[in-house]
């Protein structure tokens, strides 16, 4: 898992703008701040769609360095993660009490997935911010 830091920012009367200075063309748009992250992961998908995730984020100094106006204007940073999929699935042992999978069984029944898959996917949304 990668975090990239997106430069968020808002005028008023309008939704929070995200951008990556890494990655040239990747932009979001929330109209809650609570779906910023959400959002920017939505389009960190978009962006690595066809599969090439060379892009190493930058660091910090070099984001700010590149967003410097924006910021000294209000704008902000966030960090977002990027887990990616590299499509192999990998065999784990994992320890919970039996009424938590006895629950995670049920969701995941409710939900027609296997327990791996509901797992798999409550802990994407859970680290990208979805809810």
């Not at 992961?41 to 410097?68: C, H, K, Y």
């Not at 042992?93 to 027609?112: G, K, P, Q, T, Y």
């Amino acid at each position: 898992m990668r975090y990239y830091h997106a430069v968020v920012h808002k005028d008023a009367d309008s939704a929070y703008g995200v951008h990556f200075p890494d990655l040239p063309g990747c932009f979001s748009a929330a109209d809650a701040i609570e779906d910023v992250v959400p959002n920017a992961v939505e389009a960190l998908s978009l962006w690595f769609e066809d599969g090439d995730d060379a892009v190493q984020p930058g660091t910090i100094e070099a984001v700010r360095a590149a967003a410097e106006s924006e910021l000294a204007a209000g704008a902000f940073l966030v960090m977002v993660p990027w887990i990616g999929r590299h499509n192999r699935p990998a065999r784990v042992n994992i320890s919970l009490d039996v009424a938590m999978l006895d629950a995670i069984d049920r969701a995941a029944s409710v939900r027609r997935l296997t327990r791996s898959a509901f797992l798999a996917e409550a802990a994407r949304n859970e680290i990208e911010g979805r809810r």
